[in-house]
């Protein structure tokens, strides 16, 4: 049974940072893709990190260089740190899973992320940052 459970979220004020987790089980790093895409209220799903089996990383463009992606083997977590954080980025965070067939490229596998299309989800997590 694959199971995703994110925790780490809060509040935060601008400028600040966080650092989200999700534990992962039931699946293996080498053989999915994982990563985060979040939703602000009123807002369309974004797709915000994903590291695919090679360990490759894509961001999207409004987290580049603020956010690092990582993922810890040993103890089958995802992270996402987030830096220098904006009031934008206040929304709930999910992480996700897919098998790599699906994704052609990084590209799509991100734009998936905001679709909500992956296939395992976690029930996600507040993150709210304040001026």
């Known amino acids: 049974q694959v199971q995703l459970v994110e925790s780490g979220g809060g509040s935060v004020q601008a400028g600040g940072s966080l650092t989200l987790s999700c534990a992962v089980s039931?699946?293996?790093?080498?053989?999915?893709?994982v990563g985060w895409s979040r939703q602000a209220p009123g807002k369309e799903r974004e797709g915000v990190a994903v590291i695919d089996n090679d360990g490759r990383i894509s961001y999207a463009d409004s987290v580049k260089g603020r956010f690092t992606i990582s993922h810890d083997n040993a103890k089958n977590t995802l992270y996402l740190q987030m830096n220098s954080l904006e009031v934008e980025d206040t929304a709930t965070y999910y992480c996700?899973?897919?098998?790599?067939?699906?994704?052609?490229?990084?590209?799509?596998?991100?734009?998936?992320?905001?679709?909500?299309?992956?296939?395992?989800w976690g029930q996600g997590t507040q993150v709210t940052v304040s001026s």
């Open positions: 039931g699946i293996s790093y080498r053989t999915y893709y």
């Open positions: 996700a899973a897919d098998s790599p067939q699906r994704w052609k490229s990084l590209q799509t596998a991100i734009e998936a992320l905001g679709e909500g299309i992956y296939k395992y």
